[in-house]
């Protein structure tokens, strides 16, 4: 299966399951778009601690502070701010 094929799948499966929890969450919908990276066995370790403290981690800085430094260390960041 292609990865935008299982992203749109849980996309639409979780829209519709948070939908059915009540009319609060009528106009519940995610966000366009997806980013979707791989990570090398070696750093497996650094990316599982790394999750472990993300809340206390984005108290520091946030998400997309985060994500924006993380696409500029990796050469990524002016093909995302082009997509926009």
Same mark, same amino acid.
């Given at each position: 299966?292609?990865?935008?094929?299982?992203?749109?799948?849980?996309?639409?499966?979780?829209?519709?399951?948070?939908?059915?929890?009540?009319?609060?969450?009528?106009?519940?919908?995610?966000? *366009?778009?997806? $980013?979707?990276? =791989?990570?090398?066995? !070696?750093? +497996?370790?650094?990316?599982?601690?790394?999750?472990?403290?993300?809340?206390?981690?984005?108290?520091?800085?946030?998400?997309?502070?985060?994500?924006?430094?993380?696409? *500029?260390?990796? $050469?990524?960041? =002016?093909?995302?701010? !082009?997509? +926009?």
């Amino acid at each position: 299966m292609a990865l935008s094929d299982y992203v749109r799948t849980i996309k639409a499966n979780s829209s519709k399951w948070m939908k059915s929890l009540g009319t609060e969450y009528a106009n519940f919908s995610w966000q *366009e778009g997806y $980013g979707a990276f =791989s990570v090398s066995e !070696s750093m +497996k370790d650094a990316v599982i601690d790394y999750i472990k403290h993300q809340k206390e981690h984005h108290q520091r800085r946030s998400a997309n502070d985060e994500f924006a430094h993380f696409l *500029e260390r990796n $050469g990524l960041l =002016s093909d995302f701010v !082009s997509r +926009k």
